[in-house]
């Protein structure tokens, strides 16, 4: 499994969330891919989507305030989770995994994922000093750096376009006079 973290939460944490919801709901998640970010426009709530069919591709939203709500973080990966499996949310009408059903039946939704508080999820320290600052010299030198790699991509791609034209051209240039010869044969003017 992989996690593409682009939150202040700490991945290995993350991480051992997901294994943990997914082993309660006996899924394998071999292969699979689930990307943390931060919820655009100040949204609040947690919010997912996934792709129908294993592996799993799972995105999860989280607000920028995130306040560590577990129990509400274990349901959407669950629910994403099912429509992992290939579950539409007409197929979730009678499951655990749709809030609504829940509410409708008297089931509580947070009761069955209540589990999930007891585990870890904090967010990851970071301390910046002003010896981790970068000088102007290295800053200047990264960029540099980065532009000589670009340039170097576009050689590359420079050099494989006039190779394909001469190529091409070659090719053009060996019709052309096939045509002469054919139109030159007196074999043609019978």
């Known amino acids: 499994m992989k996690i593409v973290n682009k939150t202040k939460l700490q991945t290995d944490q993350l991480k051992c969330f997901i294994r943990e919801v997914a082993k309660k709901e006996l899924i394998d998640l071999k292969d699979s891919v689930f990307a943390v970010v931060y919820r655009r426009g100040g ?51 009678n499951q655990i995994y749709s809030r609504k059903f829940a509410n409708r039946h008297g089931l509580d939704w947070r009761q069955h994922y209540l589990w999930a508080d007891g585990l870890p999820l904090e967010t990851a320290t970071v301390i910046v000093s002003a010896l981790d ?48 010869k054919a139109a030159s044969s007196p074999a043609d003017l019978a």
């Open 43 to 93: 949204r609040n709530g947690i919010a997912g989507y996934a792709y129908y069919g294993m592996p799993a591709r799972v995105t999860l939203k989280i607000p920028r305030d995130f306040q560590t709500d577990k129990v509400e973080l274990a349901y959407v990966v669950a629910h994403e989770l099912a429509h992992s499996q290939g579950l539409r949310h007409k197929q979730m009408k």
């Open 133 to 180: 600052k970068p000088s102007k010299e290295q800053v200047i030198r990264q960029k540099r750096d980065k532009c000589q790699a670009a340039m170097g991509k576009w050689e590359s791609r420079v050099k494989r376009s006039q190779n394909r034209y001469l190529k091409w051209r070659r090719k053009f240039l060996y019709y052309e006079s096939q045509l002469e």
